[in-house]
């Protein structure tokens, strides 16, 4: 994809509609059919649909069928669902490429094997995070950086990783900076590092946070 083809894409989150419907299927996780969305949105269900479609044509998000419960006649078709796109979008002005020299430099803690290094920094990195937002929840600084961060089963868990791309190609490394940065993080805001946890699953970040100590 071209710069001019993701600033086309997210131009239509402009839209307040769209934005709405847009952040309605990401924040559920998984499948959302349009009556879902059309609620979470205020709008009509027809209304839904003609902006999911148009989200869909845009890379924005996928669609799919979802079969009705009930079987056999007059059960109805299955229902269209939508779902978050698994490909990114990002837009810099002038074009940067920060993800080829992430990866490189990844490449070189490999070879060098400084991943304990690498994990100190990412640590001393989110001390420092966390003291520039002493005082705010942790829940509103990972969401201002892409965590996605919603609550389940007495844990903060992290729906979106912000480092996907460089993760897919350095499980381990990546992962064991991202715990790192996190536990940084609380050790910054005064909470307890220990709360920070490897705890990965499909499609979520590696990380995962116990919402209370001694959880």
Do not use: I, W
């Not at 420092?128 to 919603?150: D, F, W």
């Amino acid at each position: 994809m071209s710069t001019d083809d993701d600033l086309e894409a997210l131009a239509l989150l402009h839209d307040p509609v769209r934005r709405s419907l847009y952040d309605a299927v990401t924040a559920s996780g998984g499948d959302v059919g349009r009556g879902e969305a059309a609620e979470a949105a205020g709008v009509s269900r027809t209304l839904a649909g003609h902006h999911l479609d148009k989200l869909v044509e845009a890379g924005l998000l996928e669609s799919g069928f979802r079969q009705q419960e009930r079987k056999g006649p007059g059960s109805g078709r299955p229902a269209k669902v939508y779902r978050r796109a698994r490909g990114e979008r990002s837009v810099s002005l002038p074009p940067r490429d920060y993800a080829t020299l992430a990866s490189v430099l990844a490449d070189v803690v490999g070879v060098l094997g400084a991943d304990e290094q690498a994990e100190k920094a990412a640590r001393g990195a989110g001390e420092q995070l966390g003291r520039r937002h002493a005082g705010e929840p942790v829940e509103r600084v990972l969401g201002e950086r892409g965590y996605e961060p919603y609550e389940e089963g007495g844990l903060l868990r992290l729906r979106n990783c912000p480092f996907h791309v460089l993760a897919e190609e350095q499980p381990l490394l990546v992962c064991s900076m991202n715990l790192a940065l996190c536990q940084g993080l609380l050790e910054g805001l005064g909470d307890d590092p220990a709360r920070a946890r490897l705890d990965p699953r499909p499609g979520e970040c590696c990380v995962a946070l116990s919402k209370t100590n001694g959880d």
